[in-house]
Structures are given as C-alpha cells and as structure tokens.
C-alpha cells in the first residue's frame, strides 16, 4: 500500500475515530456522574434517617421535659415479709420522690430498691424539674 493511499484511509478514519473517543468520554463521564449522584442521595438518606433516630431518642427521653421513663415493680404480687425490687427512671429530672417513702433516691435513668410491703400498697413516683414541672405516675403491689 502506498503513502498516500495510508494517509487516505486514515483521513477517512479520524472523524470516526474522534467521534467514538468522544461518545467513549461521554459514555465514562455519565457513569461517573450517575454513581456519584446515587453516593450523594444515598448519604442524604443516611442522614436523615440519622437526625429522625435522634429526634425520637430526643422524644423518648422527654424531649427537654421533665419525664418518668419507667416506674415498675420486679413482682405485681409477694407473700408477706418478701421484699421486691422497685424499679424506676426518670429523664431531665431535678428531684424524685417515691411515696410511701422507699428511702434514699435520686434522678437516674435506671435505678432499683428493695422495698418489703407489709399490706396492698400504691407508690407513687413524682419527679420534678428546677422550673417546677412534674410528672407522676402509680403502682400497686399486692401482699398476701
């Protein structure tokens, strides 16, 4: 094959050439493109999910209110002279007060005491914050 014939071939493939080097960058740039945009919505989910986790934490917890989380006893029913264990948790609470008196308590979000009824009891648990807000809640005990 002679020169010119070469260089005629090859001037007729360049336009070709060129035109697939250019749909092979178009081709490369819009699957990069689409991935990253699938990575960035894929994130913008994740973090979305994440700030509505932690506004339901929030709420749980009281969302700044003062709350009773928990208030339970270990039995509902004991035999005379048995003791129980008297469960509770309170959330953005200054003061707690079990009535009948259960002894020493204090804010927690999860504490237990020994308390031994001596007939059918209610407690009552009230926590309160330093503006003044309560919340209370009730639970009885039966002794036979």
Known sequence: ????????????MVPVTSALVVLAVLYVGWVFYTRHRDVREAEER???????????VV?????????????SLSSGM??????VQLCYGVANAKTVKIEP??????PSMS???DVEPKKDTTYVITAADA????????LEIKVH
């Open 59 to 71: 709420d749980k917890y009281g969302g700044g209110r003062v709350k009773i989380l928990a208030f």
């Open 101 to 106: 008196s259960v002894g020493d308590i204090w």
């Open 78 to 83: 004991i035999r005379k002279g048995q003791t």
């Open 1 to 12: 094959m002679s020169r010119v014939g070469f260089e005629s071939i090859v001037r007729k």
């Open 111 to 113: 504490r237990c005491v």
């Open 131 to 138: 503006a003044g807000h309560s919340d209370t809640a009730q």
């Open 46 to 56: 994740a973090k979305a999910k994440e700030a509505e986790n932690a506004q339901f």
